[in-house]
């Protein structure tokens, strides 16, 4: 059941960025336009641009990062995932405790999309196995043990389909029961460890009816639409309204990733089609590496964050 009774009446403000950026092709992909996305040996991620940005967080009035850790982490469970210049669980444990005294709650993201998991390594190839599910049951543990018990737990799960993996060397996608048994099982170690999961809701976008049928009431939801038209045509736009209307607790997610404005035009829309009990707060997605060249759409997208914020809250204000 829904526990959004115990929720705070105001939203919370979060970003999501990028510890790891091996998300996508398991190959180099140039018929994306853009080697970025392919998955890398080596960890992509600057630390001054990192610290400019919590810096930048802090003064927009954000208080949550949700943190892409992915392959960044030296786990003790798996250390054969790192991949150069990986954190050490030493390294993120600082770095959690930085992130908690300036303000902003950090909360683990692991994606198991098989769209998304290039991250997983020689694992991503043998989905849904014992041995895979092993795997994904002790990253999880570690994950939740090394963040201390957080809140919530990001297992992404968003755009698992053939079209989504089209430029990729190995293609894998769970239908029907395959896919919710999985969902089900992640969620069961992130519960045991006593956070809640989030999810990406656009698996609703083309099952709807399984989607409402068989998607727990407890798992957060992030439906995410990144263009401007919030019609009742848009499927992504309108999904916003028919999670509320079922009854779940919603991140609503936005982007400037192809247009400014967005996350503004989401949080009016929201706010008007969510109760505020079932609105648990707004996420910023950037899409882009934790790497200099990307500092100005990094930098960009905390200013748009910190505008948004401040255009709710005035417009709550009598």
């Known amino acids: 059941m829904s526990t959004s009774a115990a929720h705070s009446p105001q939203p919370f403000w979060a970003i999501l960025l ?7 092709a398991d190959r180099e992909a140039p018929e994306w336009g853009t080697e970025q996305v392919s998955a890398k040996p080596h960890l992509r991620f600057e630390e001054s641009l990192w610290d400019d940005l919590l810096a930048r967080l802090v003064a927009a009035g ?5 943190l892409d850790l992915g392959d960044a982490v030296r786990y003790r469970s798996h250390p054969e995932l790192a991949v150069q210049g990986a954190w050490t669980p030493q390294r993120l444990r600082r770095e959690l405790k ?57 297992l992404g799960m968003d755009e698992e ?53 068989k998607m727990p009431l407890n798992v957060v939801q992030s439906n995410w639409y990144y263009g401007t038209d919030f019609g009742p045509n848009v499927v992504a736009a309108r999904t916003y ?31 008007q089609v969510i109760a505020p009990e079932r609105l648990l707060g707004f996420l910023q997605t950037v899409w882009k590496p ?12 905390i200013e748009l964050l910190g505008q948004a914020r401040r255009e709710f809250l005035a417009a709550k204000t009598p």
């Open 62 to 66: 954000a208080n949550m990062v949700v």
């Open 241 to 271: 309204a028919e999670l509320e209307a079922h009854g779940y607790d919603q991140v609503p997610t936005g982007s400037n990733w192809s247009a400014a404005e967005n996350l503004a035009k989401t949080v009016a829309h929201c706010r």
């Open 98 to 154: 930085r992130l908690r005294g300036l303000g902003l709650e950090p909360i683990p993201k692991l994606n198991f999309s098989t769209c998304h998991d290039a991250w997983l390594g020689p694992y991503a190839r043998q989905v849904s196995t014992p041995r895979y599910l092993a795997v994904c049951r002790d990253l999880i543990t570690e994950v939740l043990d090394l963040f201390e018990g957080p809140r919530f737990f990001h």
């Open 290 to 301: 934790t790497l200099e060249p990307f500092r100005p759409r990094l930098m960009q997208a």
């Open 161 to 213: 389909t053939a079209e989504h993996q089209r430029y990729y060397d190995y293609v894998v996608v769970r239908q029907y029961d395959l896919w919710w048994r999985d969902l089900y099982f992640y969620l069961d170690v992130v519960e045991r460890g006593g956070a809640r999961g989030w999810v990406w809701s656009d698996y609703a976008w083309h099952h709807p009816e399984d989607f409402y049928t």
């Open 18 to 24: 990028h510890l790891s950026f091996n998300m996508w």
